[in-house]
């Protein structure tokens, strides 16, 4: 069964930064796409930033020149340094991968104070 396993949560003041980590387990195939989504109290889902196998990046605008993903193939696991946070920025952070199938973390909460 596959599972993936995020950390790397937390608490933060606006301008600080956060390193998310994504663990998957279970599987010995390399996802196709490997990414981030976040959902804020009331808000829908929406995408953060997403990696392919061969590195391909896109994010949303948003967090574009402040986050940047990461992925190590070999371990399945994908990463998102956050920098400069801002407030609008706290949401329950979700690990993202698909290969044939999606599959979804269980989520990690991070809070930006101003």
């Known amino acids: 069964q596959v599972q993936l396993v995020e950390s790397g949560g937390g608490l933060v003041q606006a301008g600080g930064s956060l390193r998310l980590s994504c663990a998957a387990s279970?599987?010995?195939?390399?996802?196709?796409?490997m990414g981030w989504y976040r959902q804020a109290p009331g808000k829908q889902r929406d995408l953060v930033a997403t990696?392919?196998?061969?590195?391909?990046?896109n994010y949303a605008d948003s967090v574009k020149g402040r986050f940047t993903i990461s992925r190590d193939n070999a371990k399945n696991t994908v990463y998102l340094q956050m920098n400069s946070l801002e407030p609008a920025d706290t949401a329950v952070y979700y690990c993202y991968a698909h290969l044939i199938l999606d599959y979804w973390g269980q989520g990690t909460q991070v809070t930006v104070s101003s």
């Open positions: 279970g599987i010995v195939w390399r996802f196709n796409s």
């Open positions: 990696i392919t196998s061969g590195g391909s990046t």
